[in-house]
């Protein structure tokens, strides 16, 4: 089994690229400017697609976050609402409680 040569390879794909680019460009069926022109209008497409789809993951990431902070602000006051009952309802056991002790206390003495 042979040890792949990393650099080589990575050498050899660079060269040939560059060398396929050149035989391209140089038996392009376009002049160079129209060829240019050519790059620069699909480069533009290119970076306006990406500004575009940049915008679309913004807005996304915007209304995921005021959807968050809704839920959060829903779940504050439940636990705020929560909080009032209980203390409502300690309230309303503590005063049943001493209702209870006042009447065992009179039907004691009675």
Not at 39 to 53: E, F, P, T, W
């Amino acid at each position: 089994m042979s040890r792949t040569n990393w650099p080589a390879l990575i050498t050899g794909i660079a060269i040939g690229a560059g060398v396929g680019a050149a035989l391209g460009i140089l038996f392009a069926p376009q002049s160079g400017e129209d060829t240019r022109n050519d790059l620069m209008g699909s480069a533009r497409d290119r970076l306006n697609n990406v500004k575009d789809r940049f915008s679309d993951v913004t807005d996304r990431f915007s209304d995921i976050t005021n959807r968050v902070n809704n839920v959060v602000e829903t779940g504050k006051d439940f636990v705020r609402q929560a909080q009032d009952t209980a203390e409502h309802v300690a309230s309303h056991v503590k005063d049943l409680s001493d209702a209870g002790q006042r009447a065992y206390r009179e039907a004691k003495n009675a």
